[in-house]
């Protein structure tokens, strides 16, 4: 009899991915069923068998969140598992990445520690990565000191995204007018809207509401000359402009 029961989560896992495939679902639910049995199983089954809860679009961004979830903890799962037989600095930086894209900024800081040694001490990936953690941590005085060592970073974007978090570090610690000097110099560099969109925000929570109107008109009219698939990209900051311009009429 234990042959019978103990083939019993076996046949769910082939059933359900004989249904994944009849189905035309997105194969990389197969993985998910295969890899992470029992939390695979139970997304899918509420996610595709159960279409009716999600036909909506927030059913949709549900449907998203929810394997990516899944998705990023099994590559996190893979990518501790290679760290612990090859504890290099690509491994270590492979893992600290993972952490920081999905929020856990607490567990790649000291990963991004690690890394810093021998000839990867001043590695500017690293330290610009490990400066946005401790950002999103609240340690803006370490963050930074760190981007400060970074003036002189090689690239247009690596400095510009540098120059970003720098700019919304010494916001956090009110340092104003340092902070509205390199937003002014960053917002048209930074590629995409974003930087326009914070210097937007900073200007109007320092009360320069008309100079922030003319950060957020900037984005609208260039907006409006993009393609599709580039508006997709930059929608977060193309809808707060045109949440902020709506509401400043």
């Known amino acids: ?19 994944i495939i009849k189905t035309g679902r997105d194969r990389s639910w197969i993985y998910i069923v295969l890899f992470i049995p029992v939390a695979g199983a139970l997304a899918y089954l509420l996610i595709e068998v159960i279409p009716s809860l999600f036909q909506t679009r927030q059913g949709r961004a549900v449907k998203k969140t929810v394997v990516s979830a899944v998705l990023s903890g099994s590559r996190i799962k893979r990518l501790r598992n290679e760290l612990e037989l090859s504890n290099t600095f690509e491994k270590k930086c492979a893992l600290a ?4 894209e999905n929020h856990r900024h607490d567990l790649a800081v000291p ?12 590695n500017v990936d690293v330290k610009h990565n490990l400066a946005d953690c401790l950002f999103n941590l609240g ?19 690596k400095k510009a995204a540098i120059f970003l978090l720098r700019a ?10 340092e902070a509205e000097e390199l937003y002014s110099r960053v917002a048209p560099e930074f590629p995409g809207f974003e930087g326009y969109a914070r210097y937007a925000l900073f200007l109007k929570n320092t009360g320069k509401h008309d100079e922030a109107l003319k950060q957020l008109k900037i984005i609208s ?29």
């Open 168 to 177: 919304r570090t010494l916001e956090a610690l009110g340092k104003i007018s």
């Open 139 to 157: 340690q803006f005085q370490e963050a930074e000191e760190i981007l400060a060592s970074l003036d002189q970073a090689p690239g247009r974007l």
């Open 97 to 100: 990445d993972a952490f920081r």
């Open 221 to 249: 009219g260039l907006s409006a000359t993009l393609p599709p698939h580039n508006r997709r990209i930059e929608r977060e900051w193309i809808s707060l402009a045109k949440q902020e311009l709506k509401a400043a009429r």
């Open 111 to 122: 990963l991004y520690r690690e890394s810093l040694s021998g000839i990867f001490a001043d």
């Open 1 to 19: 009899m234990e042959w019978i029961f103990g083939s019993i989560p076996l046949a769910g896992m082939v059933l359900l991915i004989i249904h």
